[in-house]
């Protein structure tokens, strides 16, 4: 069965400093991608998605980026964090002819 | 024309009650309807589907009911339980489409 890993749980990290949050997809070939990020008590905003190794689109211009090196690993990074990137940040993916599957998600809170 | 709409924002339920969410589309090329629930600290955890062929899905006491005309679906929670307290995400997205687009969500409590 697929699962998708995603880490770490939870993070704080002081402004100015770098991000990288990883997520891995076991059990399936070439997802399709996504980052989201949740502000508390909000909805979900697509932050980036992948539809193949080396192929990022982002939804949102802002202080993050994304790379997929391999073909079930997705990563968010930043140079340098704000203090408006605090959030939940979601990790799914989805395959041609299933619905979109969540990680368990990063709390990460810029100080 | 990509947004999906949701309704209410919040919702408070009695124990045993009916809970219902709502949830209007505008895009025609929309042909999968997933909803989601989702716990605090956790991600979305898909909870039941429909296609528009069908007017409505049920899954022990969750039931999706489908308008394709009125371009309208909802979720109704039957007997509902303090354990189903919970935020609650409709979505649409179009057959071949790369993205799910996701209502605003509803915050579900169900009290004891």
């Known amino acids: 069965s697929q699962t998708i890993h995603q880490w770490p749980a939870t993070l704080v990290q002081p402004v100015g400093s770098p991000l990288s949050l990883e997520c891995t997809v076991e059990?399936?070939?070439?997802?399709?991608l996504y980052w989201y990020r949740q502000a508390a008590g909000r909805g979900l905003q697509l932050l980036f998605y992948?539809?193949?190794?080396?192929?990022i689109s982002s939804e949102v211009p802002q202080n993050l980026s994304a790379s997929r090196p391999q073909d079930r690993q997705f990563i968010l990074s930043s140079k340098k964090l704000l203090l408006s990137d605090s959030g939940f940040y979601l990790c799914?993916?989805?395959?041609?002819?299933?619905?979109?599957?969540f990680g368990q998600g990063t709390r990460l809170t810029v100080v | 024309q990509q947004q999906v709409k949701q309704s209410p924002q919040s919702l408070i339920v009695q124990k045993g009650g009916i809970s219902i969410i709502n949830c209007a589309y505008e895009?025609?090329?929309?042909?999968?309807f997933p909803w989601y629930q989702q716990f605090p600290g956790k991600g979305p955890a898909l909870l039941i589907a429909?296609?528009?062929?069908?007017s409505e899905k049920k899954e022990g006491r969750f039931t999706i009911s489908f308008n394709k005309s009125a371009k309208q679906f909802s979720l109704h929670i039957m007997d509902s339980q303090p354990g189903d307290s919970a935020t609650y995400f409709c979505?649409?997205?179009?057959?071949?489409?790369?993205?799910?687009?996701f209502g605003a969500g509803t915050r579900l409590f169900v009290k004891a």
């Open positions: 799914a993916w989805r395959g041609e002819y299933t619905e979109a599957f």
């Open positions: 059990g399936t070939s070439n997802p399709n």
């Open positions: 992948s539809v193949g190794i080396g192929q």
């Open positions: 895009n025609t090329a929309f042909d999968y």
């Open positions: 429909i296609r528009p062929d069908v």
């Open positions: 979505a649409a997205r179009a057959t071949g489409g790369f993205k799910t687009i």
